[in-house]
């Protein structure tokens, strides 16, 4: 079998080159480019530890060590935490694109006859490093944004009523911007099965509200008072829906809580 090293070693500076601008961008490392290529550069001459008879475990100890190296070229050294996560996402990162090349080599370059699976002599190695592989690792700092701005709205919030304490996980709803009208509090809602053990020590008050697609009137309690953020809150309504939220969300909180500086 012949091996051609020199393409080899492009193909592993590409891909480490690729892995450690993705990283850069989701964690917000501000390096210059010229780091990663370095460190992308080390990474793709451990190649040649292929070529040296050691046993597995010492291979894998060293495949650590060069990742190691490579963060510390690339990101540089602030603390060990800084450094560990740097490692962890490089290889979940490393572990993402690889699953995925691996998935779609197998279905492109294999066909099949009922469950008989034959290779049927294509290959696409380097058109999934050239085009693809920026693709997928694109979709992934998208997806991996979104998350953690989706779930930097996210707060666990305990509310008071008397003897009864719901904690329940919130989410922040800029929707949200119901004020009962008299009192000027904002709106707190929440699924109504929290709020069955609450019926027969308050009586409820009516907070008319309107949606894009209806209107009407919503039944909110007065809490003892809210726990959120550390902040004890008292001049809020928490109000109950029929609506089942999704992602295990409990309540939506309102909007006013931003403004008054609680989250």
Sequence with gaps: MTIYVDLIFFINFAY???LL???SIIL???RKIRYYMLAALFGALSIFLLFININNILLFFLKILVSIIM??????FVSLNYLVNNLIYLYMTSTILA???YFL???LSYKHEGLIFFFDGMSINYVLLLFIAPIILGIYIYTSKKLKSTYNQYYHIEIVFDDIHLKLLSLMDTGNHLIDPLTKKGVIIVNKRHLKDIYNIRSPVFVIYKTVSSEGLMRCFKPSYILLNNHKIYNYLIGESMT???DGVDCLLNVKLMEDNYV
């Design 16 to 18: 480490d080159f690729l």
């Design 21 to 23: 601008l993705t990283i």
């Design 28 to 30: 917000k490392r501000r």
């Design 71 to 76: 963060c510390l070229i690339a990101f540089g």
């Design 99 to 101: 699953g995925f090349l």
């Design 105 to 107: 080599s197998n279905e």
């Design 244 to 246: 089942k939220f999704a």
